[in-house]
């Protein structure tokens, strides 16, 4: 049986991450919706039965706290945010099969099945838990909704489930000096109960799962390896499983948006646990819809078809570990590969609204000059199939699609076409020259190469023998001056001789030669650029660039008018999005005050403000903090007693600057224990963080210990 019949009897059920309902899509997200959409473009081009599944992650407390934030239900913000992001994803050419949601029927029903499964097979256990509880807020606190110092490293400002600095996996508990998102402040502990998935009992069957011996996934000569994980993914699991596996709670308290757990009173199943459970719900209800797949031939523990999962490695511990896990136990199949990919950084420096790098996906959108393919074709030359990070440098953004998709792919129709129309009515020559066929054959000689770079995710290389071929064309086109040839035809029109014919039939056939060209390059870029690939296909007057038929070469074909199909980006462009993305920011900035103000109380009374003892205190020494990143060490003149204070302004300030300046401390904040000592206030600056920050500073005349009134 050939490799092209293999092929056309595959099926594989493909997913991106689902879009948390509670914001915008950015461009950080874009990254792995438009490698995942870039690869399942690919297969259909290859003949394989391959379905794009997606939706909304629509459950947990940040949209229930939005929600109470924007005065309506939490059915009717997600509803819109699902709506906005089909909207951003249209825009980018992001073609999903079916884009479903969590909070649906089909996801509730899954969901109490799996559990009730897992219940069945005593993997679930309830136990009393001590927990992290907001006494201003009255709730329970979510682990994204705690921030404190990592118990690992010590990095301050992480969030309760994990280190962003040293990648170290705890619960909220172990942190140091944890405080509440939500109000500010500190979490008393308190007691409930919880219940748990047994994850600790399921080491050896995903160890086996790890090393691709649960699944169907076979390998296949000159295929990446059979285990579902990248090389780097497989070393983070190897840590996890160093470090001792630990059960997985999976239940949440009131108050909480999503799912009640059945035979509980109160208690709802963490947003984690039904968001994967969220691709097979999307799936069951695609199937339902449109009657082209069936469910369960896709989800049984014995399915012959192939589930790959496009996630950012940010999620890696949920879809490793819980998974795997519970698709297991529960009786269902695992996933054949997670094709794990990294974050966006703009300009170098991670995605960050003050900054102003941090860029939503309507911002760019809303610019008519910049093309949404535009980034992609950017992407593409930046991905990868590792999970690295990848830069959109702004100048290098536009440099690029000037160069490339310009200079290089598009001119060549725009430097040729012409002639077409003008000396030949349209039509391409009957047949080609040895050596033209040569050129030609260079190109459809590099398809099996650019295929295997797409199906193995590395776009970039990809891209870069796409833009060689782009190199050769421009290179044929500039040695055979087309232009020069058209002038001597033009001189030669009265005279009617030999000669003349024989330059109309090399005119023709450069011409020929190089809109052949592009129509192999645009079918080599067509996974990347569709849209644009669909005007090129009417330009050349074809139903579709056939990737099976890519040897196929247009000859006494006619072609239509050339018609514009890119335009170069200019400088003001990018200001433009900048300015257009600033005014988004400072309204997002708005709501999530409003968030803010909404979870607290949007005013004090008297009373309260005047619990606040407010001094103006001298600094009377600074030094640094052995160990610490961020923190100098001050020691404070309040007037009758001297007090200690660890700052967050190393950034900012080098200890010699701060000695003997006058600011204001707050004198009667509680003592607070740190690694480093007794922190016994705090200092009034201004500013985002980092560098840019400062402290109060006071007229000449106040002393030290003055209360601030």
Not at 154 to 160: A, L, T, V
Not at 346 to 351: A, D, F, Y
Not at 364 to 375: F, R, S
Not at 609 to 619: G, H, Y
Request: charged share 30%; hydrophobic share 35%; aromatic share 10%.
């Amino acid at each position: 049986m050939s490799e092209s019949t293999n092929k056309q009897k595959e099926k594989i059920l493909v997913t991106s991450a689902l879009p948390y309902a509670n914001g915008s899509i950015h461009l950080g997200h874009l990254v792995g919706y438009i490698q995942t959409d870039t690869w399942v473009r690919l297969q259909r081009m290859l003949g394989t039965e391959c379905y794009f599944i997606c939706g909304d992650d629509a459950h947990g407390t940040p949209v229930m706290l939005r929600a109470e934030a924007e005065g309506v239900t939490a059915e009717t913000l997600i509803d819109k945010m699902r709506h906005q992001h089909l909207e951003d994803f249209k825009g980018f050419n992001i073609k999903f099969d079916y884009y479903h949601s969590t909070h649906s029927d089909e996801n509730r029903e899954l969901v109490i099945e799996i559990y009730q499964r897992l219940k069945k097979a005593d993997l679930i256990e309830k136990r009393s838990i001590e927990q992290l509880y907001d006494p201003k807020r009255k709730m329970f606190l979510p682990d994204r909704f705690i921030k404190g110092d990592c118990p690992k490293c010590h990095e301050p400002d992480q969030y309760g489930d994990g280190c962003e600095k040293c990648h170290t996996i705890y619960t909220p508990m172990d942190l140091i000096n944890p405080f509440s998102t939500i109000s500010g402040a500190t979490p008393i502990i308190k007691k409930t109960e919880h219940l748990f998935f047994k994850l600790s009992t399921c080491e050896d069957t995903l160890k086996n799962w790890m090393q691709g011996n649960l699944g169907t996934f076979k390998q296949e000569k000159n295929k990446e390896s059979k285990q579902p994980l990248q090389g780097e993914s497989i070393n983070k699991l190897d840590e996890w499983f160093e470090s001792g596996l630990r059960d997985w709670d999976i239940s949440r308290d009131a108050p909480y948006f999503g799912f009640p757990i059945p035979d509980e009173k109160d208690k709802f199943f963490y947003v984690w646990l039904d968001a994967p459970v969220g691709y097979m719900a999307s799936f069951k209800k695609f199937c339902e819809l449109t009657g082209k797949a069936n469910f369960d031939d896709f989800w049984n523990a014995d399915s012959p078809h192939k589930l790959y999962h496009f996630i950012g490695k940010d999620i890696l511990y949920f879809h490793a570990l819980f998974w795997p896990a519970v698709l297991s136990k529960a009786n269902y199949r695992t996933p054949d590969k997670l094709f794990v990919h990294g974050f966006l950084t703009i300009n170098g420096r991670k995605m960050s609204k003050s900054r102003g790098t941090f860029i939503n996906a309507r911002a760019y959108l809303d610019i008519k000059a910049l093309n949404p393919e535009y980034l992609r074709y950017y992407y593409a030359a930046k991905l990868g199939n590792k999970s690295e990070d990848i830069d959109i440098n702004l100048k290098d953004f536009v440099f690029r699609v000037n160069s490339n998709l310009v200079g290089k792919y598009a001119n060549i129709a725009s430097r040729t076409a012409g002639f077409i129309h003008k000396l030949f009515a349209g039509k391409l020559c009957r047949s080609l020259s040895n050596e033209a066929s040569s050129l030609l054959q260079t190109f459809i000689d590099e398809a099996k190469t650019i295929e295997n770079f797409y199906q193995q995710r590395q776009f970039n290389e990809a891209i870069r023998v796409i833009m060689n071929l782009a190199d050769k064309a421009n290179e044929y086109i500039s040695d055979k001056k087309p232009w020069d040839i058209s002038k001597k035809i033009s001189l030669q029109a009265d005279d009617n001789n030999q000669e003349d014919d024989k330059d109309r039939n090399k005119l023709h056939e450069i011409c020929t030669v190089s809109i052949n060209a592009f129509r192999l390059l645009t079918l080599f870029l067509k996974p990347v650029i569709p849209v644009i690939a669909e005007k090129v296909e009417k330009f050349l007057n074809i139903e579709s660039l056939d990737w099976q038929q890519h040897s196929a070469l247009l000859l006494n074909h006619k072609i239509n008018k050339y018609k514009h199909l890119v335009s170069r980006i200019e400088d003001k462009h990018i200001d433009e999005l900048i300015e257009v993305n600033r005014k988004a920011m400072n309204e997002i900035t708005e709501t999530s005050k409003k968030q803010t103000e909404t979870s607290d109380a949007t005013t004090i009374s008297f009373e309260d403000f005047a619990k606040i003892d407010l001094r103006v205190a001298k600094i009377i020494n600074a030094e640094h903090v052995e160990g610490a990143d961020k923190l100098l060490k001050l020691t404070l003149d309040i007037g009758d007693v001297q007090k200690q204070v660890f700052a967050g302004i190393k950034s900012a300030y080098q200890p010699e600057q701060l000695i003997g300046r006058h600011t204001v401390m707050v004198a009667n904040l509680a003592p607070r224990k740190m690694r480093f000592g007794v922190s016994e206030g705090m200092v009034l600056a201004a500013g985002p963080g980092g560098k840019d920050i400062w402290i109060l500073q006071l007229d000449e005349g106040a002393k030290p210990g003055m209360k601030v009134q």
